[in-house]
């Protein structure tokens, strides 16, 4: 569960807002839930495909940043159709993606998950970051 925090539009107070990726039946979702210690107010947010941009950083804080990569690199070219499938986005874009396929731990799972359909197998590695202090 990654974390943030903004303010209660009921109150003004501080609130914290939880939230998560998941994996069901082969599609992406995410959802999450924010609660007010102040007034109580609840509100509960989700939506399907990729987790928005402004949601990622706080996701990768926790789990990290993960690297899919091909286990033979004879399946290029059928791995660019399912990512150009799964991402919605051109040849020339998916070629650079798949050169450098990064992202949260679940995004590329579900990335997987349509290469494995199509009899591709990969590999999720953590990817190690070099300017961490401690
Ligand atoms: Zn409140």
């Known amino acids: 569960m990654a974390q943030y925090t903004q303010i209660c539009s009921s109150c003004g107070a501080t609130e914290i807002v939880n939230y998560r990726q998941?994996?069901?039946?082969?599609?992406?979702?995410?959802?999450?839930?924010a609660n007010c210690k102040?007034?109580?107010?609840?509100?509960?947010?989700d939506g399907q495909g990729d987790l928005?941009?402004?949601?990622?950083?706080?996701?990768?804080l926790e789990e990290g940043?993960?690297?899919l990569v091909l286990d033979?690199?004879?399946?290029?070219?059928p791995?660019?159709?399912?990512?150009?499938?799964?991402?919605?986005?051109?040849?020339?874009?998916?070629?650079?993606l798949l050169n450098d396929l990064r992202g949260t731990k679940t995004t590329?799972?579900?990335i997987q998950d349509g290469l494995r359909q199509v009899n591709i197998s990969s590999t999720l590695v953590r990817c190690v970051s070099e300017d961490k202090n401690g």
């Not at 998941?22 to 839930?33: F, N, Q, T």
Request: aromatic share 10%.
């Open 72 to 77: 033979d690199q004879n399946d290029v070219v």
């Open 108 to 110: 590329l799972a579900w």
């Open 22 to 33: 998941h994996l069901i039946k082969g599609e992406l979702y995410w959802s999450g839930y």
């Open 52 to 60: 928005p941009e402004e949601l990622k950083p706080a996701i990768l």
């Open 38 to 45: 102040s007034c109580g107010s609840t509100i509960e947010f």
């Open 65 to 67: 940043e993960w690297q």
């Open 79 to 96: 791995a660019l159709r399912v990512l150009r499938k799964r991402r919605q986005i051109s040849l020339q874009d998916a070629k650079a």
